[in-house]
């Protein structure tokens, strides 16, 4: 038994904030944006707007794709770093709004590899015959935990949301899914603040932004994405060119070109987003991966790999048969 993605859909907010707006508030230029990142522009949540407003947007249009109703859903997991509560959980403010209660529902936080990390366990509920339909949604409202006097991290981030429907099949499907984790690197990108610790003591600006060490990042996201990339092929006795499409975590075209070239693939077979949107943690795949199938460029029996990293460090990746 295998499960299969059979509905997908995503949700951008819709004010934006280009490279140009960034320049006119801080010391930095759209000439080098671009070129460190790929980034030309981010969508922001519109005051009042929330991550399970977005979630919802992102989860009917993969539930309408997978031609189902919500009542069918039968188990829901969102991956987010940026949650509305701390309870109740994203995934039961999210099932509330789309009117299914009485399965399980629950958020996890693996920041921007969530979405792997959740795609990976609603694969095994489905694979277990737990499941029949499973949601599985990433959704960020970075902007609300962005230092945006921060150079260095306020030209990367943006909000959105992305999902996917599971359901199982004889036929591949989600291959395999490999997780890792690393809490030795979790001083190179964090949030200064959560729930049970507070803000820093006479931290500036008040509330919970990120901090992150981007090159330290950088050559670690490089390496580990590249080492999950050999890992993923060898544990399924494939020779790389099997892959079809590159759907990446959109953090930084220049990572995502590096990734590409691990892999022998030409840029034309790696969908990239992240000059629409930045890096949206969670959503960033699902956002990429519901771009290439509604485009058409993604289609029906093409082997794709889907990668991420994220704060922790955490990384992981999927393969699919679509
Ligand atoms: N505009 C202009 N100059 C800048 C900016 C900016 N926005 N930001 C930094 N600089 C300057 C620096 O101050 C530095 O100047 P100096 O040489 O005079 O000291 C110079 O540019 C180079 O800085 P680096 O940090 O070395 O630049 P780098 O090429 O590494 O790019 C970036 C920075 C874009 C942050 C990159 O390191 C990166 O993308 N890192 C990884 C991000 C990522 O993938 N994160 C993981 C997922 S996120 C999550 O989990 C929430």
Not at 92 to 107: D, E, V, Y
Not at 205 to 234: C, K, N, Q, W
Request: net charge negative; hydrophobic share 45%.
């Amino acid at each position: 038994m295998y499960s299969r993605i059979v509905g997908t859909g995503s949700y951008l907010p819709a004010k934006v904030l280009t490279n140009f707006d960034l320049e006119k508030r801080l010391d930095t230029s759209d000439a080098w944006i671009r070129e460190r990142t790929g980034i030309e522009r981010r969508h922001i949540i519109a005051d009042g707007e929330s991550n399970t407003d977005m979630a919802e947007q992102a989860a009917r249009a993969a539930i309408a794709s997978a031609g189902i109703e919500p009542h069918e859903l039968d188990l829901i997991v969102v991956g987010t770093t940026t949650p509305d509560l701390v309870f109740p959980n994203s995934g039961t403010l999210l099932q509330a709004r789309l009117g299914c209660g009485g399965a399980p529902a629950f958020s996890l936080e693996a920041a921007c590899s969530g979405f792997i990390y959740a795609l990976a366990i609603a694969d095994k509920f489905v694979r277990a015959g737990e499941s029949k339909r499973a949601l599985v949604v990433g959704s960020e409202v970075l902007s609300r935990i962005v230092d945006y006097t921060d150079r260095s991290t306020a030209i990367l981030f943006g909000d959105g949301a992305g999902a996917v429907v599971l359901a199982p099949s004889d036929e591949a499907g989600i291959i395999s899914t490999h997780l890792h984790a690393d809490g030795g690197y979790q001083e190179l990108l964090y949030c200064t603040g959560g729930p049970a610790r507070g803000p820093a003591p006479g931290s500036f600006p008040p509330g919970d932004v990120v901090r992150m060490a981007g090159s330290e990042v950088f050559r670690l996201a490089v390496t580990l994405l590249g080492r999950i990339v050999d890992e993923t092929v060898a544990a399924n006795h494939l020779d790389r060119s099997a892959i079809d499409w590159l759907v990446p975590h959109q953090a930084n075209l220049r990572i995502i070109q590096a990734t590409a070239k691990r892999l022998s693939l030409p840029m034309e077979r790696v969908i990239v987003t992240v000059q629409e949107h930045g890096n949206t943690s969670t959503a960033s795949v699902p956002l990429a991966l519901n771009v290439g199938i509604r485009d058409g460029r993604i289609k029906r029996g093409d082997l794709l790999l889907l990668q991420a990293l994220g704060g922790g460090i955490t990384w992981g990746s999927a393969l699919v048969r679509y």
